[in-house]
């Protein structure tokens, strides 16, 4: 029997679609990625197990991903400060080609000609997944049962779950779809989708905000090296639960909230709101630091980088060259990157109040208006000569 293994997550599409695979001849074998989706209330990877194999899959492997996550796309993107169209951090985008490449070993590991995912054929993700496992097994073949399947609705999938007791929760209402891991929430459709309205609170999931946030401040003082925060108020965290502790800490204070309408990769405008606190908090920080001790020509050059970095993410590209010569160049900027950003967070804000670095290249004796400056400013004289000297007719 030819075998399959897919991208599983336990909701309703992918319990479909283990039945649906079953059905066109394949042995499906179900793979669950934890890359920190706070399964809902209720749920476990040991309940998400289960449910796979009732809907017919022949095994199931669960990996947590987290470390690798962080390591290895997390931390990329913010050493980048990758952002797409100025406002999203990527959370899910960053998760798709690590997906991708556990897919493609499973794959390998199981001797499976094919490999099959739940994204609707609208969408960013379907092409993240495709294009990656593409770069790194072009001989696999790929399904996507949602792009071709007869389904038209969430309720004829539902009857096709009760037809053939797949043990799902029909009772659970979907306003929203919603895609979440340790760097952000990204949450669209329903109501979402009429651009006049406020977002609901209730489409919100880890923010408060910002008029329920607390009146008073709270401070935090971040500490990177080349680039990688390692400490928050001076004491040493696990990158992991540094996450953790920002995504709380600043959802209490409604920071990382994003209402946008973005260009899809596949030519749509859509709405999505997304929830980043921990991702914000890292970026304002590590921007912040770089301020200070980066020289000006290479500060405004990596922001050119950052651009086309955040474009590749976005655009399911992270395997290609590019993006690998890319990580060099960041890599090579991140040498000085080293030192403490304080923040403060209030209503829904994140500002650097405060910062410091034994690689600063802030000269008080230079900037000064006081009395210790060392600046000479006979020089400028001559400098503005020069500098303006081509441009005089
Ligand atoms: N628009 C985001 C992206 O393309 C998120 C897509 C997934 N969103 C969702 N609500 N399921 O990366």
């Not at 669960?62 to 959370?91: M, T």
């Not at 209402?173 to 609170?201: M, T």
């Not at 802030?362 to 081509?390: C, H, N, R, V």
């Amino acid at each position: 029997m030819k075998k399959v293994v897919l991208a599983y997550s336990g909701g309703l599409d992918t319990s479909c679609i283990v039945r649906w695979l079953k059905e066109k001849g394949y042995e499906v074998i179900c793979f669950v990625a934890d890359l920190g989706q706070g399964l809902s209330q209720g749920e476990n990877f040991e309940a998400i197990e289960k449910r796979a194999l009732a809907a017919g899959a022949s095994k199931v492997y669960i990996r947590d991903l987290q470390e690798e996550f962080i390591s290895d796309f997390i931390i990329p993107a913010l050493k980048a400060n990758a952002v797409y169209e100025g406002k999203y951090l990527l959370a899910t985008a960053l998760g798709r080609p690590l997906i991708a490449k556990y897919l493609v070993q499973i794959a390998h590991k199981e001797k499976a000609s094919a490999v099959a995912h739940g994204c609707t054929g609208k969408g960013n993700d379907q092409v993240r997944l495709e294009v990656a496992i593409g770069i790194l097994d072009p001989r696999l073949e790929i399904i996507a049962p949602v792009r071709e399947w007869e389904f038209k609705s969430r309720e004829e999938e539902i009857e096709y779950a009760l037809k053939y007791n797949i043990p799902i929760d029909v009772t659970k209402k979907k306003p929203y779809s919603i895609d979440r891991n340790l760097w952000g929430i990204s949450i669209e459709a329903g109501v979402l989708e009429n651009l006049e309205q406020e977002p609901p609170e209730d489409a919100y999931m880890i923010t408060k905000s910002s008029t329920q946030s607390a009146s008073y401040p709270r401070y935090l003082e971040v500490t990177f090296t080349r680039g990688v925060p390692v400490k928050i108020d001076g004491k040493v965290f696990k990158i992991k639960n540094l996450i953790n502790h920002l995504n709380e800490v600043g959802g209490q204070f409604g920071v990382g909230r994003t209402d946008m309408v973005e260009n899809r990769l596949v030519g749509i405008k859509s709405r999505e709101i997304y929830e980043a606190p921990a991702a914000t908090i890292l970026y304002t920080a590590h921007k912040e630091l770089e301020a200070l001790v980066l020289d000006r020509e290479l500060a405004h050059f990596k922001e050119i980088i950052s651009l086309k970095y955040a474009e590749l993410v976005y655009y399911g590209l992270w395997f290609s060259a590019l993006k690998e010569a890319l990580d060099g160049f960041v890599s090579k900027t991140q040498k000085f990157v080293s030192g403490s950003i304080k923040l403060r967070l209030s209503k829904g804000t994140c500002v650097a109040v405060g910062r410091k670095s034994a690689h600063s290249l802030y000269k008080k004796e230079l900037s000064t208006y006081g009395k210790e400056d060392k600046f000479d400013q006979k020089l400028a004289e001559g400098f503005i000569k020069l500098w303006g000297m081509p441009y005089k007719r």
